[in-house]
């Protein structure tokens, strides 16, 4: 059994994106677990990647094929997990900020996070602060991941917090910000909650922030 | 030497030299919305006529001081002339590209007349408006992307990189060889034009590549580059490069125009004596949220590491005060 997780965890951590779903196809058939393949392979894989990742180990080119290779592996497994599924860790939004196209980062977040657990929905790039909010109040999420790459953008990232504290929504979402620019001194100075370095400190801060927020009013 | 901003300038790009201060250069923008209102001229007229271009450029000589002046404020001339939809923006937002029409690799199709499409004549024409008003007094920097950017542009920077990941050499590698001439001939065309210095934008930064992705695919494309050139070239990579910088001044560039998160200390120290160095006043902490007093003190402890040529790090924040650019210009005006 630990045979099948090791190659698959093997085969992440090195992007074998070609041979991803044969060794997921052979664990199935040799009746793996399927929350084993998901959590003690996958899932601590990615760990392993973003780790590297923060240590300059490996660079984007690298992450992006393990989260490929992933990708590849779960679509296997999906179908095989319904009516099984258990409640999402929480829901998170993501975006870039208006003015701001750049999602690499973004969407490298994004990949740690699912691969974390939660439910994470990508409302893209350059998004206005009246459309976040907008989706912000409809969608009720635990969390609002705000990304910029640009030093021209990362002033929006103060304006989509003041109009969430305009429409009394502050305390019922968390705000994340990350990106090039930013830094833990910034997030603090706009009143974000908290600033992610990378990928896998935005996964340790989504774990900690679920739960604290209010609800949203029915 | 007599000390005008041209020779500071000039002299600085080959650490010659070093008359009576450190210049101030800005080799990307500095236009920020202070500079747009004393100038009265704003974005995006300055992205797209050439008089309005070539005058913003000369408000941070005769306005803030710098002894430089680079009329080009976006990275999306060459993406647009190459098919890119290009969103020019307006006066709070930058020019983005819209459109990544080669995401499939196929072959470049560059057009005959490149350099006579809107946003590379605009450019040009800039440069000889700038060329005739300014004649010997300030330094003219030209810009151009180099191959690794323009395939961002054209693939997307997600794909590119991913293709990289993947061990597509061969795909990734044509691409980059198909868009060179774009760059030397726009390069080419501002040096006639009237720029004294270039830069070359190719963003291959510590935050999305490996030094190792950087020696076995651009290296060898940097190297055939920069032996076309005639003229001084600045190479710009944004982010940490403390990796690589050792490549950089083996491609062959003349100038490195480097970050604060590097220390400019370690930087001289290692590169110094093989490329001249320009930077590397912080924007996000210092320029756009930072004091005078901070501006000064980076500029100053530029100066005093060995940085040839003093100024911000990358294009600034629009909303940057505009006397925390003043600081540098107050910095480098008290001498070594």
Known sequence: MSGHLDEIKDAVIDGKHKEIEDLVKAAIEDNVNINEIVNDAMITAMDVVGQKFADKEIFVPEMLVSAVTVKKGLGLIKPLLKGKETEPRGTIIMCTVKGDIHDIGKNLVIMMLEGAGFHVIDLGVDLTVEKLIQEVEKMKPNILGLSALLTTTMPEMKKVIEELKAQELRDRVKVMVGGAPVNAAFAEKIGADAYGKDAVEAVRISRRFVGQTEPFPL | ?336
């Open chain 2, 1 to 336: 030497m007599k000390s005008t901003s041209h020779n500071l300038v000039m002299s600085a790009l080959y650490n010659g030299r070093k008359g009576d201060r450190p210049p101030a250069g800005n080799p990307t923008s500095i236009v920020c919305h202070g500079l747009m209102d004393a100038a009265g001229i704003s974005f995006p007229e300055a992205h797209v006529d050439a008089n309005a271009m070539a005058d913003l450029a000369l408000a941070g000589h005769e306005i803030l001081g710098f002894d430089t002046v680079m009329p080009e404020y976006s990275v999306h001339q060459e993406s647009a002339a190459l098919g890119c939809d290009v969103d020019w923006g307006d006066r709070d937002t930058m020019p983005d590209s819209k459109t990544s029409p080669y995401a499939d690799f196929s072959d470049i199709q560059i057009p005959e007349n490149i350099l006579e499409k809107p946003s590379m004549r605009v450019v040009l024409d800039a440069l000889s408006i700038l060329r005739h008003n300014v004649g010997d007094k300030v330094a003219i920097i030209g810009k151009v992307m180099g191959p690794w950017t323009l395939s961002y542009h054209m693939a997307g920077t997600q794909n590119f990189l991913l293709r990289i990941g993947m061990g597509e050499k061969e795909k990734v590698i044509k691409m980059m060889r198909q868009l060179m001439p774009v760059t030397i001939a726009f390069a080419r065309a501002q040096f006639q034009a009237g720029a004294d210095v270039l830069v070359l934008a190719d963003h291959v930064t510590g935050d999305l590549a490996g030094p190792h992705h950087y020696r076995e695919l651009l290296l060898p494309i940097h190297k055939e580059i920069t032996s076309q050139m005639g003229g001084p070239l600045i190479l710009h990579v944004c982010g940490d490069c403390n990796d690589r910088l050792e490549l950089f001044a083996e491609a062959g560039f003349d100038v490195y125009h480097f970050e604060f998160q590097m220390d400019a200390q370690v930087v001289v120290k290692k590169v110094g004596h093989r490329m001249s160095l320009v930077g590397c006043v912080n924007n996000p902490q210092v320029l756009y949220q930072g004091t005078p007093d901070d501006a000064y003190a980076q500029a100053r402890y530029a100066i005093e590491a060995g940085v040839n040529i003093i100024g911000p790090e990358c294009a600034i924040p629009l909303a940057t005060p505009l006397e925390n650019l003043e600081a540098i210009i107050s910095a480098v005006r008290e001498g070594y």
